[in-house]
């Protein structure tokens, strides 16, 4: 299987006489039924090799590789003077060997955990407040998702021993984490620690009351505009997918899904083949809050998802969408399509002050405003727990605004 990736003789012998030579052709048949691309195979099994040798010379032998190994690995690598390696410092030759070390546990080769028991150690507790929330709290995935992060990040941080967190230690950790995000993300991280804090306080693992050391940030929910675009930079978005690619195919299927039905990248990561019922024309639409609601599906939306779907990865995997690359697998979350709709923004050059997916939400719904819908038949289609949200999209006509805002009223001098 090896010849597959690799021609040159004195390539296939270096590869297969090193420590990793054994396993190396089991290994390249599995990257190419896993659908990995040429070059990166090339990159990953030459990997697996250079781990290899770095055992033998480095680590005491092959038989005493584990998770600990890859970190090292990745220190060693730019300093490396392994003989009869490729060297590289690229982010992929860890990934390469990180794979390969996972073959060599599900082949039986090497008897090492599923994961670092390190790293299972320090999150042990996240894991734990994780299923608290489930089980107690009825969260959804979603609410759990971002409230793990939350707890992560701060046990990353701070540490895991919820006997050393203090006022000023929480203080100092949000307030660094609010630096590098905005208001909604710090809004977001501030619920996660504050339900983190009130479970540690309910197993007895820190004193009570330190939630409310967390601060709040201000974020008015109707004080912007909503962040739309013009109809033409949609269809610019929309040329800048090349229908030509399956990942074209697939980019342009989630740009309609959300620029025509105002769907959220959460929602459009989890849609599923049987959510779409082609013989009544409708989708059905899985939100937030284990809501669900089934939508029309346009022509021009049903065609492009048609499209993709002809040129769709084979794969078990029931969710509309997956990854470009190999492994072929479902997106993991609505950051992955929310991805898809930005690098389309900057391919077509669209000037924007946020790029993602909720921007092409906010333009959905301003259209349907300026056509003349009422708020509660936007707030129907997008979903709204509340007509006070849909009341955002109220503000869209600014020159109207100007015409009837009273002006600001002079302030005496002292």
């Known amino acids: 299987m090896l010849e597959f990736f690799f021609e040159a003789r004195f390539t296939l012998n270096r590869l297969r006489l090193g420590p990793s030579g054994p396993f190396i052709d089991c290994f390249a048949s599995t990257l190419k039924t896993a659908g990995y691309s040429w070059c ?20 005491g032998g ?47 080769v090497l008897e090492i955990p599923a994961t670092d028991e390190a790293s299972n150690r320090t999150h042990a507790v996240v894991r734990a407040f994780q299923q608290w929330l489930r089980q107690h709290r009825g969260c959804s995935e979603s609410t759990v998702g971002h409230y793990g992060r939350a707890a992560s990040d701060l046990v990353v941080t701070v540490g895991d021993d919820p006997g050393n967190y203090y006022v000023q230690t929480l203080r100092n950790f949000v307030l660094e984490s609010a630096r590098h995000q905005g208001p909604g993300a710090t809004k977001t991280l501030i619920s996660g620690l504050r339900m983190y804090l009130r ?12 939630d409310e050391a967390i601060p709040a940030v201000a974020c008015w929910r109707l004080a912007s505009l909503p962040r739309s675009l013009p ?3 949609v269809e610019r978005i929309l040329d800048a997918c090349d229908v030509a690619t399956p990942m074209g195919r697939r980019d342009r299927s ?78 993991r979350g609505g950051s992955s399509a929310s991805q898809v ?25 301003t259209e349907m405003l300026r056509r003349g819908v009422s708020l509660y038949e936007i707030g129907t289609v997008l979903r709204h727990s509340s007509l006070d949200m849909t009341a955002y999209y109220a503000k869209v006509d600014v020159e109207l605004l100007k015409q009837i805002a009273r002006p600001w009223p002079e302030v005496p001098q002292c």
């Open 40 to 59: 990166t195979a090339r990159v990953f099994l030459r990997a697996a090799a250079h781990l290899g040798r770095y055992a033998e010379t480095q680590r």
């Open 62 to 108: 092959f038989g005493e590789l584990d998770w600990s190994t890859l970190e090292a690995f990745r220190r060693h690598l730019p300093t490396c003077t392994c003989p009869d390696t490729n060297r590289g410092t690229t982010h992929d030759v860890v990934r390469g060997a990180r794979l390969f070390l996972s073959h060599l546990r599900e082949s039986g």
């Open 199 to 210: 479970y540690l306080a309910s197993q007895g693992k820190c004193r009570a009351g330190l």
């Open 231 to 233: 109809g033409q930079d």
């Open 254 to 331: 989630i740009i309609l899904l959300i620029a025509r039905l105002g769907l959220r990248a959460s929602d459009v990561s989890r849609m599923c083949l049987d959510d779409i019922d082609w013989e009544d024309g409708s989708i059905l639409v899985s939100g937030k809050s284990r809501q669900q609601v089934r939508l029309p599906l346009p022509q021009e939306v049903g065609d492009a998802i048609l499209g993709y779907l002809e040129h769709r990865p084979r794969t078990e995997a029931r969710e509309v969408f997956l990854r470009s690359v190999a492994p072929f697998r479902a997106f």
């Open 341 to 365: 709709v930005s690098r389309a923004m900057r391919r077509a050059g669209i000037d924007a002050p946020c790029y993602g997916a909720h921007t092409l939400r906010h333009t959905a719904a």
